[in-house]
């Protein structure tokens, strides 16, 4: 199928006709003929899609070159290099249907000094030579501008910043101009001087002169444009957005993001929908009732992805399935590229009714979940952000979701699950057998991923390492017994006894004098001791050390050796999809692990019996652990809540109050349905600060001690308290009181920040501050149903919008939208319409594209919010064309 989105096209914007040459005083040995054919083969080998045809006012040869290049689907740009009266070069493109004929008039216009020999300077500045070509419709831009006859190499800061310049050409990077001329060309580029400032700033391309058909093999004589199609029309509206749509070679950014490359629809009512959509910014549109909200959750449906919170969001998400999907039994085809397995290609079908089922690039069913393929993608329907800020506890969940490296807190889950394993030993119940048949279940996908990475060569690399680890761990644990022995001295000498308390001016005129000298000396005595202790300690722990030292280098050495000699194997593995041969060992290693770590589970469903006693006194450990463990991880939560903030780059501001949801214990023994006890009477869980398991020991201690205690517990209370069951208080004893997290956002519109809390702030803010959160790093996509609903239109064309354009160049985002700002501002690369014909939602290739289409500006000026005004106001201040757009 065809595809209709922007994407970056390879352009080579000043070849050269095969007779240029002998401006150079050189000699062509080719024919025009060959010139022209050895040009296309180095286009073809270097996927250029665009040439700018542009010799020094000659225009003769550009139909032969077109006439070699068009039939291979190579557009050409005819134009000319032409100077100013100040004999600033420029380089000067036309539509790619103008003739030569309409070319030399062109050129007849622009007041040559001398036409017959094509390097004579215009009569025009340069100011009045970009004002006519711009009016003749061309495109002009600033050729060579840092060498000879170029506009920053003569110093024309009137003309660089003219309005009507809009690009000027250098030979590389940015920072290949760094230092050179005292900065002077990287700085100006940057508008870091004052006398070169502009706004909007200078678009910066490569497009060196091709003498000969090997120069387009040079970075430097091509650069990347954005557009949908590539037309003259499209290409000069890219240089409107230049931080959008224009590239250098050293500019392309890398993505190995997932995404959702094509949706199809078999039967429902989107039935022969079949759309190939772009990796970074996707918006769909149209009119009420067409299909916009049907097509997402669609996607959902496919993924088997549950809406964030059970309730009115699921029960929308289920009602547009059946109503739209079930009657007529369809399917939704998705084909997605996934980062977490490497950059593999799989097909995710779901029928009406059924399992999802995930295929492979061979068409091969495999026992991955739609899940494993984009673990972290994001999709939320309409007003379903607006549901989840309003609740305390999802919203703390979605934000810890986006905690870098956040991952749960293993060490207090398999605490918990002993916890769990302890009380139902004690209440002689089954054994829990849940959790491990859940991750013996883990088994037949880790052994399939296992298999993916057998082919590169890793398992035969990797049976040593847990011997080195243990090797290292040993050495460790030496050193550490070494060095904790060694601090001992350092305590006795800090905690020596120190008679000065009694001395003779302390002591001299007490009636019992004598005696406190006794106590005196003794103390001496003991400070003598420890003292001659602590010499002793020292000398063996300097021997030790002395001793030691040598053999654990000697070791350590060893192993270090045999990892430098594994991190060499791991280095040779071929890099995939952007993770290095170590990266990829690294991960192998963790799935064998965890392989290894669960088969033996397979076996173990039995648990021992032990004395009651003794469970009780492992719980009391186990609880304390747990304790500790959970102050550890909030600890280092909240160091990466730190880290967060400053991505968030003084938008939203966090602070994570540890444990701080007491209404999880009020909850609990609600639900053990105590007599006479209601929510009314359970305020006081709300105001004091306890545990789940203090309270479960004072409940323990009796009725008396419950209404003593200090918390405010009733008399009546107490008795119902003092009923609970045994199985009751051990529950009670792992109710996991959760964390809530404060959410600040910064409402100011200048420098200087102003931050209130969300529960302070309106819908619309509430919403903006978690979609700066939605917006954050992810390798996985975005789908987002009308997310300007509830928003402010100022959050969203000045930070919502800002962030996303550059959000987009490393990740995919996908939303349906009735908001002019989200496809015009954030430049979509995707724009599709959907319509509803004869019942059916239908989205032709007609109706696909970027904004750079004609017909895609006219359908948007249509049906986005405030209809054509608002859009073509939109267009203005975007740039496109003076010429609004009518639907009339």
Avoid at 249 to 275: C, K, Q, T, W
Avoid at 385 to 408: A, C, G, H, N, W
Wanted: glycine share 6%.
């Amino acid at each position: 199928m065809s595809e209709h989105k922007a994407q970056y096209w390879k352009c080579a914007l000043q070849v050269n006709p095969a007779s240029y040459i002998k401006y150079r005083g050189e000699q062509q040995n080719q024919s025009e003929d060959e010139y022209n054919q050895a040009i296309l083969a180095a286009c073809l080998e270097e996927s250029i899609k665009i040439i700018g045809c542009a010799d020094h006012g000659n225009v003769a040869e550009i139909a032969s070159l077109k006439s070699v290049l068009e039939p291979h689907g190579i557009v050409v740009f005819p134009g000319f290099e032409i100077a100013s009266s100040e004999k600033i070069h420029f380089v000067c493109l036309f539509d790619e249907c103008k003739t030569s004929t309409e070319l030399n008039r062109i050129l007849g216009s622009l007041e040559l000094i001398d036409p017959t020999d094509g390097v004579s300077p215009s009569r025009l500045g340069a100011i009045q030579l970009i004002d006519k070509v711009t009016e003749l419709g061309g495109f002009i831009y600033a050729a060579h501008s840092t060498n000879d006859d170029g506009v920053l190499k003569r110093r024309m800061h009137h003309v660089w910043q003219y309005s009507g310049l809009l690009a000027a050409q250098i030979p590389g990077s940015i920072e290949d101009l760094k230092g050179v001329e005292d900065d002077f060309y990287r700085k100006a580029i940057q508008n870091k001087l004052p006398d070169y400032r502009k706004t909007p700033k200078i678009a910066v391309i490569n497009a060196a002169d091709v003498a000969r058909p090997d120069d387009l093999r040079k970075p430097g004589a091509s650069c990347f444009i954005k557009m949908t199609t590539p037309t003259f029309s499209a290409f000069k509206m890219a240089f409107v957005d230049p931080e959008s749509r224009v590239r250098l070679h050293s500019d392309m950014p890398e993505n190995h993001a997932s995404a959702i490359e094509r949706i199809e629809f078999i039967d429902g009512y989107l039935d022969g929908v079949d759309i190939s959509i772009s990796e970074h910014l996707n918006t769909i549109i149209g009119g009420r009732g067409t299909g916009k909200s049907t097509l997402l959750e669609c996607i959902r449906y496919a993924l088997d992805k549950k809406p964030f919170e059970a309730g009115s969001a699921d029960k929308q998400h289920k009602k547009i399935v059946d109503q739209n999907l079930g009657k007529d039994k369809g399917m939704v085809k998705l084909t997605i590229r996934s980062n977490v397995l490497n950059g593999r290609r799989f097909t995710v079908s779901r029928k009406y009714g059924e399992y999802p089922v995930v295929r492979d690039e061979q068409n091969q069913v495999t026992q991955f979940h739609p899940s494993e393929l984009v673990p972290d993608l994001e999709i939320y329907g309409q007003n379903e952000i607006y549901e989840m800020v309003r609740d305390d506890i999802q919203r703390t969940v979605l934000i810890k979701r986006f905690i870098s490296d956040e991952k749960p807190n293993e060490m207090a889950q398999r605490l918990q699950t002993h916890i769990a394993d302890n009380r139902k030993k004690i209440l002689d119940q089954q054994k829990e057998i849940a959790t491990v048949e859940t991750e013996v279940e883990q088994l037949p996908n880790l052994q399939e991923r296992a298999r993916l990475f057998a082919d590169l060569g890793l398992e035969e690399k990797l049976k040593i390492i847990p011997v080195l680890e243990r090797e290292k761990h040993l050495i460790q644990t030496t050193r550490d017994e070494v060095l904790r022995f060694s601090s001992l001295v350092e305590i006795i000498n800090d905690n020596l006894p120190d008679p000065v308390f009694l001395s003779e001016a302390a002591i001299s005129t007490l009636p019992r004098a004598e005696d406190f000298r006794k106590l005196r000396s003794s103390i001496e005595d003991l400070k003598n001791a420890g003292i001659a202790i602590s010499k002793q300690l020292q000398e063996s722990s300097t021997t030790a050390m002395n001793t030691c030292s040598p053999i654990t280098d000697s070791i350590a050495a060893q192993v270090k050796a045999q990892e430098d000699e594994l991190e060499k194997a791991f280095r040779k593995i071929p890099a995939n999809n952007g993770k290095s041969g170590k990266a990829l060992g690294a991960e192998y290693k963790s799935i064998l692990t965890r392989i290894e770590q669960i088969k033996p589970k397979q076996q173990q469903l039995a648990t021992r019996n032990t004395l009651l006693t003794e469970l009780y006194r492992n719980r009391a450990t186990l609880l304390a652990d747990l304790r500790e463990e959970r102050t550890r991880h909030a600890s280092d939560l909240k160091r990466k809540i730190k880290t967060l903030n400053r991505k968030l780059e003084n938008k939203v501001k966090l602070e994570l109050c540890s444990e701080a949801q007491r209404q999880d214990i009020v909850e609990y023994l609600l639900g053990c349905r105590l007599e006479q006890v209601g929510a009314a009477r359970l305020y006081w869980v709300i105001e004091n600060d306890f545990t789940p398991a203090h309270l479960a020991t004072k409940i323990r201690e009796g009725h008396d001690a419950l209404v003593n205690c200090g918390w405010g517990i009733t008399p009546t209370v107490a008795t119902s308290l003092c009923k609970m069951t045994e199985q009751q208080l051990l529950m009670l004893e792992e109710v996991q009181v959760s964390d809530r997290m404060s959410i600040e956002l910064n409402v100011s519109h200048t420098d200087e920040a102003q931050f209130r809390d969300v529960d302070s702030l309106s819908t619309g803010q509430q919403c903006t501050a978690i979609l700066h959160l939605l917006l954050l790093d992810n390798n996985d996509p975005l789908i987002l149903d009308q997310p300007e609903d509830n928003l402010d239109n100022a959050f969203i064309a000045d930070r919502i919008v800002t962030q996303l354009r550059i959000a987009k160049t490393s990740r995919q985002f996908i939303f349906a939208t009735h908001n002019a700002n989200i496809p015009v501002f954030g430049d979509a690369e995707w724009i599709g319409v959907i319509s509803s014909d004869s019942d059916k939602g239908v989205m032709p290739e007609s109706q696909q594209g970027a904004i750079d289409v004609e017909q895609i500006q006219k359908l948007a000026a249509d049906i986005l919010e405030g209809g054509e005004v608002a859009f073509n106001q939109r267009r203005k201040k975007y740039g496109f064309d003076d010429k609004a757009v009518t639907n009339k």
